[in-house]
């Protein structure tokens, strides 16, 4: 099918060039890439701003602040009342002082017993439009208002530095506010920060006002540290060790500032309307002094940063918003087995988070972002440029762009001693499925290539505690952790073999061989589980019951499980064969060989691989799906391409059972699908179908969500289309997947599976690896790239567990040039694979180095090998 950008609406392009319908109105100041939404696309935007392991607060598309989850633990459509940004204007021709509240007026409807929620603080006037540009971990506003004599925009970030956890993780999220006047006539502002003292607040009751049971001797204080100042929110009502002790700062320039540490208390709606009434008649707060708060109630406080603007003068505002909430009850746990949804008895110890052990209260971490505010802007701003530098197609810039946000929401947890615990997604007040499952991790790529210590951490997890005696493997974690013996846990037959598959990664990113030697006995006795369960006459392909991601059994082989079973295989072969267990190496090799014979033999039909379902097992007369095409049937291959494996099948046969895949699976239209499962797909949009059958036969009762569309099986599907050289197809996929996701239909930065910020999607990190070509190996220091676009011109960001940058080549007919340029770690290298059309080549190189072309591809070796750091880089030419 033809490519189209039409799918994507004008207001919410995903080009970082693209202008919206209201371009003309958006001053141009501040350009930045990424989607760009206004008008009703904003509506369902909720950018998510924290670091990784606390928490977020998230971005509304009209510059409101929703979503409060930074309590550790998930609050959608939470809020904190009258919590928002002002800002007091006088001057600039206007007749009198005039306020607005920094946010765009919201959209319909204005519902409620009640009228529109006071509490949200809608009823005080705001910009009558904005327009988002979002380019995670950036957003930008900008805020539009013929009226009114300046122009406003906002820049929020968290801090996002590849590899660079610790800066990556601070609670924090960063707010600049903008002000130009455009007047002919000098004008006085105040910006002000209103916020409510939350400290004893659960996450997740729904807060009107002041007064709740958990509330009580919340104090507001003032402090100055330096050249920061600001509002320090914290309760004396709790001992260190309750999930409910903690404390909040706002902190800014500490340059002509007021502030007020509790706003004056009244009945009925006084509070709020003095509030108002003082600020516009003021636009000062008149830096009072603070008590603690009554039993079962709190305060609102406010701070302000007070500047004059002559015509044409433009200042910034900066705010950090930090939290410090060290302690994450075990509200999950039900103690029944089963997924642990069960809101039963919370465990009484909460778990130390990683953050709340590094810093003592919330003032330090923003006190450090402000201070080192420059270099967290722009190391965070190098990572988001270079991405969007790339010559790679918008959608997919956007797709490994967004889903990288996954990592900081609840989502992904980090508990002291950086112990990653990680749910599947989040329900609207709670974790969605604990705890680290190894079936739907199996898909993520974007924390292995970022963040690799904190991958690593969950594979330790995986073998040294998950791993029980008998070589099976609990796909759930049990929190808190604790070795089984046995478990109502049945392992997991994608989840097992992929484990395996992730080790053989981490140890490619990063993981040194004492890490590897490590698990190495463990990860034996995890293969060859699969001789007692599920492949009994160890022939190479599974016949045995086979839990999987979809949370039911197949029974029988299928190329699902069998293409993991011989990725796990061929990564067993080349760790053993590191570590010199020649024995073990042998082994797997010669299952592994006899396996993709046997399977390609059995199950490839002439255009596909089915499902040869085993009817005498008693359970398999339902929920399989025999005769139908699976989008995920060569998920081991797709991971196997991510850490070059090489082709576990006949590449004829992949190449056309992905064909089919597309063919069959992408649905260009939903309105005449009838779908009786979970809907994430309807009407008008595109999406990839879990399974078809296009030949018929499809069973009474197929295996649950046979209907369905996820996201993360749709950028996993691309993206091997995309390594298959079917480049048109696999960006189709992503456009759809994308259009979606469009703000005015769903949140550009939450994909949905089972729960918001589905760790599925994270599978979008392997688009970049496939349409780069990149592959690395950081025990062979090599790295390998082989763009599938613009190989005239090709730039793109890489990161490769010990560093990250980019790359860049321009291709002639018998001529290339590349450039590699580190942004961050250190990258070694003895050996660099590239595209080349010649049939030999001469290299001139920044390091000296000779060459050998074979099948379309320059091995360019280093006589010395390259050690490059931070702002070095690394010239290759190579001609006839």
């Keep these: 099918m033809k490519i189209s950008r039409r799918s994507l609406l004008a207001g919410s392009a995903a080009a970082g060039v693209a202008r919206s319908q209201n371009a003309s109105k958006v001053p141009t100041s501040l350009p930045a890439p990424g989607r760009r939404f206004t008008k009703d696309s904003l509506r369902e935007i909720a950018f998510p701003l924290g670091g990784i392991g606390t928490g977020t607060v998230s971005l509304g598309g009209c510059g409101n602040f929703r979503d409060w989850e930074i309590f550790n633990r998930p609050n959608k459509g939470g809020i904190l009342p009258f919590t928002f940004a002002a800002l007091h204007l006088a001057g600039g021709g206007l007749k009198k002082p005039v306020?607005?509240?920094?946010?765009?007026?919201?959209?319909?409807?204005?519902?409620?017993?009640?009228?529109v929620p006071r509490e949200t603080g809608l009823g005080?006037?705001?910009?009558?439009?904005?327009?988002?540009?979002?380019?995670?971990?950036?957003a930008n506003l900008q805020f539009i208002d013929a009226r009114l004599p300046v122009e406003v925009s906002l820049e929020a970030f968290n801090p996002m530095i590849p590899l660079a956890t610790a800066d990556s993780s601070l609670p924090?999220?960063?707010?600049?506010?903008?002000?130009?006047?455009?007047?002919?006539?000098?004008?006085?502002?105040?910006?002000?920060?209103?916020?409510?003292?939350?400290?004893?607040?659960?996450?997740?009751?729904?807060?009107?006002?002041?007064?709740?049971?958990?509330?009580?001797?919340?104090?507001?204080?003032?402090?100055?540290?330096?050249?920061?100042?600001?509002?320090?929110?914290?309760?004396?009502?709790?001992?260190?060790?309750?999930?409910?002790?903690?404390?909040?700062?706002?902190?800014?320039?500490s340059s002509n500032i007021s502030y007020r540490l509790a706003w004056e208390h009244g009945e009925w709606f006084d509070e709020f309307q003095k509030w108002w009434d003082e600020f516009l008649a003021r636009g000062r707060f008149p830096n009072n002094t603070g008590g603690a708060s009554e039993d079962k109630t709190t305060d609102y406080a406010s701070i302000a940063s007070h500047f004059a603007l002559k015509p044409g003068a433009s200042k910034h505002v900066t705010f950090v918003l930090s939290w410090h909430f060290p302690n994450t009850e075990i509200y999950w746990h039900s103690g029944?087995?089963?997924?642990?949804?069960?809101?039963?008895?919370?465990?009484?110890?909460?778990?130390?988070?990683?953050?709340?052990?590094?810093?003592?209260?919330?003032?330090?971490?923003?006190?450090?972002?402000?201070?080192?505010?420059?270099?967290?802007?722009?190391?965070?701003?190098?990572?988001?440029?270079?991405?969007?530098?790339?010559?790679?197609?918008?959608?997919?810039?956007?797709?490994?762009?967004?889903?990288?946000?996954?990592?900081?929401?609840?989502?992904?947890?980090?508990?002291?001693?950086?112990?990653?615990?990680?749910?599947?997604?989040?329900d609207d007040h709670a974790g969605c499925c604990p705890m680290n499952c190894t079936h739907v991790y199996n898909y993520e790529q974007a924390l292995a290539h970022l963040y690799p210590e904190l991958e690593r951490s969950m594979r330790d997890t995986d073998f040294l505690v998950n791993l029980r005696?008998?070589?099976?493997?609990?796909?759930?974690?049990?929190?808190?952790?604790?070795?089984?013996?046995?478990?109502?846990?049945?392992?997991?037959?994608?989840?097992?073999?992929?484990?395996?598959?992730?080790?053989?990664?981490?140890?490619?990113?990063?993981?040194?061989?004492?890490?590897?030697?490590?698990?190495?006995?463990?990860?034996?006795?995890?293969?060859?589980?699969?001789?007692?369960?599920?492949?009994?006459?160890?022939?190479?392909?599974?016949?045995?019951?086979?839990?999987?991601?979809?949370?039911?059994?197949?029974?029988?082989?299928?190329?699902?499980?069998?293409?993991?079973?011989?990725?796990?295989?061929?990564?067993?072969?080349?760790?053993?064969?590191?570590?010199?267990?020649h024995a073990a190496a042998e082994t797997y090799r010669k299952v592994y060989e006899q396996g993709r014979a046997l399977l390609d033999k059995e199950l490839w039909n002439g255009e596909y691989y089915v499902q040869h379902v085993d009817e005498s097992q008693s359970n398999a007369a339902r929920y399989q799906y025999g005769e139908g095409c699976l989008s995920d049937q060569l998920l081991g291959q797709w991971f196997a391409e991510v850490v070059a494996l090489g082709k576990l099948l006949p590449p004829e046969h992949l190449r056309g059972a992905l064909a089919a895949i597309y063919r069959y699976n992408f649905n260009t239209d939903f309105s005449n699908f009838a779908n009786?499962?979970?809907?994430?797909?309807?009407?008008?949009?595109?999406?990839?179908?879990?399974?078809?059958?296009?030949?018929?036969?499809?069973?009474?009762?197929?295996?649950?969500?046979?209907?369905?569309?996820?996201?993360?099986?749709e950028y996993q599907v691309a993206a091997h289309l995309i390594y298959e050289g079917m480049v048109k197809e696999g960006l189709a996929i992503v456009e759809g997947a994308r259009a979606r996701y469009d703000g005015r239909r769903r949140n550009p930065w939450n994909d949905i599976e089972c729960g918001h910020h589905y760790a599925r999607a994270m599978s979008s990190w392997s688009l970049l690896t496939a349409i780069s070509g990149f592959a690395c190996s950081t025990p062979a220091k090599e790295i390998r790239f082989r763009p599938r676009v613009s190989e005239a011109q090709f730039r793109c960001l890489f990161s490769s567990g010990t560093a990250w940058g980019s790359y860049a080549q321009q291709a002639a007919k018998d001529k290339l040039d590349a450039e590699i340029s580190v942004e961050g770690g250190t990258l070694e290298l003895a050996v660099l694979r590239v595209p080349f059309s010649g049939a030999s080549a001469k290299v001139k190189s920044s390091s000296p180095a000779k060459t050998e072309v074979a099948g379309g591809e320059a091995t360019v070796r280093f006589l010395t090998p390259v050690v490059l750091q931070t702002g070095q880089k690394l010239t290759v030419s190579l001609a006839v």
């Design 99 to 115: 306020v607005r509240v920094l946010e765009r007026v919201p959209h319909p409807p204005y519902t409620g017993s009640s009228g």
């Design 124 to 138: 005080l006037p705001r910009f009558r439009e904005a327009v988002f540009t979002g380019s995670y971990p950036f």
């Design 172 to 253: 924090v999220a960063i707010l600049t506010y903008r002000v130009t006047n455009r007047a002919a006539s000098e004008v006085n502002a105040a910006l002000a920060f209103s916020i409510l003292n939350p400290i004893g607040y659960d996450g997740v009751t729904t807060l009107e006002d002041r007064h709740a049971p958990f509330f009580g001797g919340n104090r507001n204080e003032f402090r100055t540290d330096g050249n920061v100042a600001g509002l320090f929110l914290s309760s004396a009502k709790y001992p260190a060790d309750s999930a409910r002790h903690g404390s909040m700062a706002v902190v800014t320039e």
């Design 336 to 426: 029944s087995g089963d997924f642990g949804e069960g809101r039963e008895t919370p465990n009484p110890t909460p778990l130390r988070n990683d953050y709340g052990a590094r810093w003592p209260s919330a003032w330090e971490p923003a006190a450090h972002a402000l201070n080192e505010l420059a270099s967290l802007h722009a190391r965070s701003k190098k990572y988001r440029d270079t991405l969007y530098a790339s010559t790679l197609p918008a959608p997919l810039i956007d797709a490994v762009s967004s889903q990288a946000s996954i990592l900081r929401t609840n989502t992904v947890m980090v508990m002291e001693n950086q112990l990653t615990l990680a749910f599947e997604g989040c």
């Design 469 to 581: 005696p008998d070589g099976s493997m609990s796909f759930r974690t049990p929190v808190p952790l604790h070795t089984q013996s046995t478990g109502p846990m049945t392992p997991a037959a994608d989840g097992q073999m992929g484990c395996i598959m992730k080790v053989y990664r981490e140890w490619l990113l990063g993981g040194s061989d004492d890490w590897l030697r490590k698990l190495w006995p463990q990860v034996k006795r995890a293969i060859e589980y699969a001789w007692v369960k599920w492949d009994a006459n160890r022939d190479g392909v599974m016949e045995g019951e086979q839990h999987n991601t979809y949370d039911i059994e197949f029974y029988g082989p299928n190329s699902m499980m069998g293409t993991l079973y011989l990725g796990a295989l061929a990564a067993g072969v080349r760790m053993a064969e590191h570590l010199g267990d």
């Design 676 to 713: 009786a499962q979970r809907i994430y797909a309807l009407d008008d949009e595109k999406g990839l179908l879990l399974c078809s059958w296009p030949n018929g036969k499809r069973p009474a009762l197929p295996f649950v969500y046979s209907d369905e569309v996820w996201t993360g099986i």
